[in-house]
């Protein structure tokens, strides 16, 4: 697990450093301090097929009050997708994920985000991930915030600070090697959540001729 943790680490770094030549604006803020969660706040987002930029879906996130804290709901437009609930353990960290068919539980929670957040923070995690059916995973994350730029989303433009997840899930088969997930999200203090999110998936069979399982997500904000 080390040995693989070693290595996601230094192909992420060399990923965002090769980012750097992308044009940045001016900072709005020196570091962005963590958003104040309030029951009943909502973000509206539509899921995008990023090969043909046809819209698949649109979900509304609305974030509920739970003794233990707050839990992110998302629904559907499409009647036949189950409820999605993520359970907040700070903004913006997971404690478990459900999208009505698997669930994962986080120990300690995922952070896709942890402030204060400032262009160069950085932060690794070991996450020990247990499913529906009980396997447990680690998963080995390195997440960086690159710098501020300017996204344009249905919801308007925004200035947002870009920030950078790579993830191996130690989901090692005989037959296949670990999943790499990469994630770009782009937060905007004001809406207190990010703009515009996508998502990679790959995973490389353990073949001379390896097959490559490959898959591409794009979400956006399209109202609140």
């Known amino acids: 697990m080390k040995r693989r943790s070693r290595v996601l680490f230094t192909c992420a770094a060399l990923l965002l450093a090769g980012c750097a030549s992308e044009p940045a604006v ?11 969660l ?32 707050f839990e992110l709901v998302g629904r559907s437009d ?13 903004p913006w960290e997971f404690a478990v994920e459900s999208d009505g068919a698997a669930r994962r539980r986080f120990d300690p929670a995922l952070a896709t985000l942890r402030f ?3 262009p160069g923070t950085s932060w690794k995690q070991v996450v020990r991930v247990t499913d529906e059916r009980g396997r447990v995973l680690r998963w080995a994350a390195l997440t960086r915030a690159i710098r501020w730029e300017r996204v344009a989303t249905p919801a308007g433009e925004f200035v947002a600070l870009r920030v950078e997840r790579e993830i191996n899930t130690g989901d090692v088969e005989p037959g296949w ?6 994630d770009v999200y782009w937060y905007v203090p004001e809406v207190g959540r990010w703009v515009r999110w996508e998502h990679r998936m790959e995973r490389v069979e353990r ?15 399209v109202g609140r």
């Open 207 to 221: 073949t001379r001729d390896p097959r490559v399982l490959r898959d591409w997500t794009l979400w956006e904000l």
């Open 177 to 182: 090697n670990s999943t790499q997930l990469s």
């Open 78 to 90: 499409r009647p036949v997708d189950p409820v999605m609930t993520e359970t907040i353990a700070r």
């Open 38 to 69: 309030k029951a009943g706040e909502q973000w509206v987002y539509a899921e995008i097929n990023p090969y043909n930029h046809t819209r698949l879906r649109t979900v509304r996130f609305t974030l509920e009050a739970r003794p233990q804290g």
């Open 116 to 118: 204060p957040l400032a």
């Open 26 to 36: 001016q900072a709005p803020m020196e570091s962005v301090p963590a958003p104040t």
